[in-house]
């Protein structure tokens, strides 16, 4: 089945810092989305892609559309302590509505 | 305020008891999903449901069931051929259409004793 892998697994920020993310995937997807979860809590979508090589950003947040489809990066910038949770990505390959493959997303943690 | 509620949040079962888990939507979103998350996974799809009266399995439905009887409620049943049902559950819905753009709830805890 499709699948995607997602980097890192976990990571721990500083305040200030920018933090980089990535999924990818040896399948191609029509839409390549951002979603974010607070502990205990549903995912809330962060940004939706739709087009090959499209550039979006959200505030401090900012994500790509892999040219060749297959991937997607997230970067956060100026990172602030609120920004702590699990990202997840999510791929959709169009067709039905079931046709969504989430990865196994990065846990950002505060730096000790 | 339009959104998803989901109910209960926390809930506990003994082994070979069936649970049933509550999903509201009061968005008129046409589409409903139920997903299932355990520590250090991604969320796996156990049932969708594009319209009122129809639903499809997804990757893990065996040991659960659905109805969708109204278009704001799509309820999950955790049934005793669930073999490892302690898990993060999570409802969704969605407009329609095919982006992967989801409203999710706020979660319901199971935990089987």
């Known amino acids: 089945g499709q699948q995607l892998n997602q980097s890192p697994q976990s990571m721990f920020i500083q305040e200030g810092e920018d933090v980089s993310m990535n999924c990818t995937s040896s399948?191609?997807?029509?839409?390549w989305l951002w979603y974010k979860q607070d502990p205990g809590e549903g995912p809330v979508l962060l940004i939706a892609?739709?087009?090959?090589?499209e550039l979006t950003s959200n505030g401090r947040l900012t994500a790509q559309f892999g040219i060749t489809r297959k991937d997607s990066f997230l970067n956060i910038s100026a990172s602030i302590p609120s920004d702590v949770g699990i990202y997840f990505c999510a791929g959709h390959y169009g067709g039905s509505q079931g046709n969504l493959i989430f990865g196994k997303g990065t846990k950002l943690s505060v730096k000790p | 305020d339009g959104g998803i509620t989901q109910s209960p949040k926390y809930l506990f079962r003994k082994e070979g008891q069936n649970v049933t888990l509550s999903c509201e939507q009061n968005?008129?979103?046409?589409?409903m999903y139920w997903y299932r998350q355990d520590p250090g996974q991604g969320l796996r799809l156990i049932y969708y449901?594009?319209?009122?009266?129809?639903?499809q399995k997804g990757d893990i439905a065996e040991g659960y069931s659905v109805s969708r009887e109204k278009k704001e409620s799509f309820p999950l049943t955790v049934t005793s051929a669930q073999k490892n049902p302690t898990a993060f559950y999570l409802c969704?819905?969605?407009?329609?259409?095919?982006?992967?753009?989801?409203?999710f709830g706020e979660g319901s805890r199971l935990t089987v004793l």
């Open positions: 399948s191609i997807f029509n839409t």
């Open positions: 449901s594009q319209i009122v009266n129809d639903f």
């Open positions: 968005l008129n979103h046409d589409a």
């Open positions: 892609l739709y087009k090959a090589g």
């Open positions: 969704a819905s969605s407009l329609g259409g095919t982006t992967g753009e989801l409203f």
